[in-house]
C-alpha cells in the first residue's frame, strides 16, 4: 500500500509540476499508511543509506563551497545563521514565557536542525518528546510543501528535480558508481562505529566535496538511486505520524501549528533581508533561511533554478551551530520556565 500510493501520488504531483513530488509523494503516503492503523518504520540502515546518498548528491553539487561561498561571504552567512537561531530562541522563550508550551520543549521542538537528531537530544534533556517529535516532523513536512509550491508559483522548477526528462535506466559509469557506493558505504560505517548523529549525510558531504575537489572521486548517482533514496526519505518523516501521535496532537495541534507557522514567516522575512540587503535572488534566500531538515532542502534545491551551492552552504552552517548551541539553549530555557513556575 505504501509503495501503491507513493508511486500514485509521486506521479500525479510530477505531473503538476512540484519539485520533490518524488520525495513529497512518499511523504504523504506514509503519513496516509500510518494514520490508518499501519505501524511500520523505516529501519535506521535504510535510513541512512538514503542520508548517505543525498549528501553524496550535495557532495556532487558543493565542490569548493568553503572558500567559494562561505569564505568570500562569510559576515553574510554568520548574519543568517545567527538570525535563524535568535528567532527559533525567541519564539522558544515567548512560547515558554506564555505557557503555551512546557519547559523547553518549544526550543526543541523549533531548533531547525535534523528533526531525529532534535527529538533524541531533546528526550536526553527531558524535554516532552512527543510533542517535539510532532513539532520537528511536522515543520519539515510544511517547509517542503510550502518550499515546492513557491518555487513552482516562481517558475523555477525544472533542474534535475522531477527527473521526468531524464533517462531512467541508462547506463552508469560503473566504476564511478563503484566509488560513489564504497563512500556511501564507509560513511555509514564511521557513523554507526562512532555513533556520529547526521554522520550518515554529514560524512559524505563532506568527504565527497574534498575528494571530487582533489579529483580523486567521480560521484555517480543514477536516476533510480536518487528516486529510491527520496522515497526513503519521505517515506521516514511520514511514517512518523503515528496514530498514536497523531491523536496525542489532538489537543495540542492548534497550538504547534501556529508556532510552526510563525517560524517559517519569520525565516521568510528573513529571507527579504537577504534579497534587499546581499541582492540574493529570492528563492535562493527563501530555500537557504528554511528551517527544514538539510535533507529535503537538499533536494528541493536540486530540483529547482537556484544557487544550489548557497542553500547548503547556509543549511549546513546553521545545522552544525544548531548542534554545538542548542543543549546550552534548552538548559537557560528549562532553568527559566522551573523558576517563573515557583515563583
Same mark, same amino acid.
Given at each position: 500500500?505504501?509503495?501503491?500510493?507513493?508511486?500514485?501520488?509521486?506521479?500525479?504531483?510530477?505531473?503538476?509540476?512540484?519539485?520533490?513530488?518524488?520525495?513529497?509523494?512518499?511523504?504523504?503516503?506514509?503519513?496516509?499508511?500510518?494514520?490508518?492503523?499501519?505501524?511500520?518504520?523505516?529501519?535506521?540502515?535504510?535510513?541512512?543509506?538514503?542520508?548517505?546518498?543525498?549528501?553524496?548528491?550535495?557532495?556532487?553539487?558543493?565542490?569548493?563551497?568553503?572558500?567559494?561561498?562561505?569564505?568570500?561571504?562569510?559576515?553574510?552567512?554568520?548574519?543568517?545563521?545567527?538570525?535563524?537561531?535568535?528567532?527559533?530562541?525567541?519564539?522558544?522563550?515567548?512560547?515558554?514565557?506564555?505557557?503555551?508550551?512546557?519547559?523547553?520543549?518549544?526550543?526543541?521542538? %523549533?531548533?531547525?536542525?535534523?528533526?531525529? *537528531?532534535?527529538? $533524541?537530544? /531533546?528526550?536526553?534533556? @527531558?524535554?516532552? #518528546?512527543? &510533542? +517535539?517529535?510532532?513539532?520537528?516532523?511536522?515543520?519539515?513536512?510544511?517547509?517542503?510543501?510550502?518550499?515546492?509550491?513557491?518555487?513552482?508559483?516562481?517558475?523555477?522548477?525544472?533542474?534535475?528535480?522531477?527527473?521526468?526528462?531524464?533517462?531512467?535506466?541508462?547506463?552508469?559509469?560503473?566504476?564511478?558508481?563503484?566509488?560513489?557506493?564504497?563512500?556511501?558505504?564507509?560513511?555509514?560505517?564511521?557513523?554507526?562505529?562512532?555513533?556520529?548523529?547526521?554522520?550518515?549525510?554529514?560524512?559524505?558531504?563532506?568527504?565527497?566535496?574534498?575528494?571530487?575537489?582533489?579529483?580523486?572521486?567521480?560521484?555517480?548517482?543514477?536516476?533510480?538511486?536518487?528516486?529510491?533514496?527520496?522515497?526513503?526519505?519521505?517515506?521516514?518523516?511520514?511514517?512518523?505520524?503515528?496514530?498514536?501521535?497523531?491523536?496525542?496532537?489532538?489537543?495540542? %495541534?492548534?497550538?504547534?501549528?501556529?508556532? *510552526?507557522?510563525? $517560524?517559517? /514567516?519569520?525565516?521568510? @522575512?528573513?529571507? #527579504?533581508? &537577504? +534579497?534587499?540587503?546581499?541582492?540574493?535572488?529570492?528563492?535562493?534566500?527563501?530555500?537557504?533561511?528554511?528551517?527544514?531538515?538539510?535533507?529535503?532542502?537538499?533536494?528541493?534545491?536540486?530540483?529547482?533554478?537556484?544557487?544550489?551551492?548557497?542553500?547548503?552552504?547556509?543549511?549546513?552552517?546553521?545545522?552544525?551551530?544548531?548542534?554545538?548551541?542548542?543543549?546550552?539553549?534548552?538548559?537557560?530555557?528549562?532553568?527559566?520556565?522551573?523558576?517563573?513556575?515557583?515563583?
Amino acid at each position: 500500500m505504501l509503495v501503491v500510493l507513493s508511486l500514485l501520488l509521486g506521479a500525479g504531483l510530477s505531473a503538476c509540476g512540484l519539485p520533490a513530488a518524488l520525495l513529497l509523494g512518499p511523504m504523504i503516503a506514509g503519513i496516509i499508511v500510518t494514520a490508518n492503523g499501519g505501524s511500520r518504520g523505516i529501519a535506521p540502515l535504510p535510513f541512512q543509506i538514503a542520508q548517505s546518498i543525498v549528501g553524496a548528491m550535495i557532495a556532487r553539487t558543493l565542490p569548493g563551497w568553503v572558500h567559494g561561498d562561505i569564505g568570500g561571504h562569510w559576515m553574510l552567512f554568520v548574519g543568517g545563521v545567527l538570525s535563524v537561531l535568535a528567532i527559533c530562541t525567541l519564539l522558544g522563550w515567548l512560547l515558554t514565557r506564555m505557557h503555551v508550551l512546557p519547559g523547553s520543549t518549544a526550543m526543541w521542538g %523549533l531548533s531547525p536542525g535534523a528533526a531525529t *537528531t532534535m527529538t $533524541l537530544m /531533546a528526550e536526553a534533556f @527531558g524535554a516532552d #518528546v512527543q &510533542l +517535539v517529535a510532532l513539532m520537528q516532523y511536522l515543520r519539515v513536512m510544511l517547509v517542503a510543501a510550502v518550499a515546492s509550491v513557491i518555487t513552482r508559483i516562481l517558475g523555477a522548477h525544472g533542474v534535475h528535480g522531477t527527473l521526468a526528462s531524464t533517462h531512467w535506466w541508462q547506463m552508469p559509469d560503473w566504476l564511478a558508481l563503484a566509488g560513489t557506493v564504497a563512500l556511501a558505504g564507509i560513511s555509514i560505517w564511521l557513523s554507526r562505529r562512532f555513533k556520529l548523529r547526521a554522520g550518515a549525510i554529514l560524512i559524505p558531504m563532506f568527504a565527497g566535496m574534498l575528494l571530487v575537489h582533489l579529483g580523486w572521486l567521480k560521484i555517480e548517482l543514477p536516476v533510480w538511486l536518487l528516486v529510491g533514496a527520496y522515497a526513503i526519505i519521505g517515506w521516514h518523516v511520514g511514517l512518523k505520524f503515528t496514530r498514536p501521535l497523531l491523536q496525542y496532537a489532538a489537543r495540542a %495541534l492548534p497550538r504547534i501549528l501556529l508556532c *510552526t507557522l510563525a $517560524l517559517i /514567516a519569520a525565516c521568510g @522575512g528573513l529571507a #527579504v533581508v &537577504l +534579497v534587499q540587503v546581499a541582492g540574493v535572488d529570492p528563492l535562493t534566500a527563501y530555500l537557504a533561511t528554511s528551517p527544514g531538515g538539510a535533507d529535503t532542502v537538499a533536494i528541493i534545491a536540486a530540483s529547482s533554478h537556484v544557487d544550489v551551492s548557497f542553500v547548503m552552504a547556509m543549511q549546513v552552517s546553521r545545522f552544525m551551530t544548531i548542534l554545538l548551541v542548542s543543549p546550552l539553549l534548552a538548559r537557560l530555557m528549562a532553568g527559566r520556565a522551573k523558576a517563573a513556575k515557583r515563583s
